[in-house]
């Protein structure tokens, strides 16, 4: 019997369980919204709750237990020189301090309840059932519009040569 035993096993060893909760996680916490299989998204949601509580408290002890579950780890001994490379990557990667300063403050008063599901259709190639799983403040960005200025020139080579002469000519 399972009793009290809550955690999805996803026919994954103990270690490997691990590794992909904190890879989920991760990427949750770096883009704001990911999309996986519903198992997944259903076995990484309570983790990333409890890591959102975590960082709701704010105090170190707090940070270095979210960086261990996380199996995080800061810049290697190459970028602790160089400052400029070093601050590089705090901003690319460094997913603590972003869940620290930018997740955990916007659910200060929220009392749980920081991400949703969503279901979408099943994949291709094994018919898999898919979800996003996404922070409940998330508002996605607009794609960027194509500028109107630039046309590529459509037709034969024939008809692009024709243009050519007609500009030479009216210079």
């Known amino acids: 019997m399972r009793h009290r035993k809550k955690t999805l096993k996803l026919g994954r060893t103990s270690a490997h369980l691990e590794a992909l909760m904190a890879g989920l996680a991760t990427n949750l916490i770096k883009c704001g919204r990911i999309t996986t299989t519903i198992s997944k998204a259903k076995a990484v949601r309570p983790f990333a709750e409890k890591l959102v509580t975590l960082a709701k408290c704010g105090d170190l002890a707090a940070r270095r237990l979210v960086a261990k579950r996380l199996k995080f780890h800061g810049p290697g001994a190459e970028l602790s020189a160089d400052k400029k490379a070093r601050d590089q990557w705090h901003k690319k ?41 996404e922070w409940v403040t998330y508002v996605p960005q607009a794609p960027k519009a194509k500028p109107e200025g630039k046309t590529k020139a459509v037709g034969k080579k ?13 210079k």
């Open 93 to 133: 990667h460094d997913v603590v301090r972003k869940l620290f300063s930018e997740i955990a403050p916007v659910f200060k008063d929220r009392a749980g309840g920081y991400t949703r599901i969503m279901r979408l259709a099943t994949r291709g190639s094994d018919c898999s059932e898919m979800a996003i799983i």
């Open 158 to 170: 024939g008809e692009a040569g024709e243009k050519k002469t007609e500009t030479a000519a009216a």
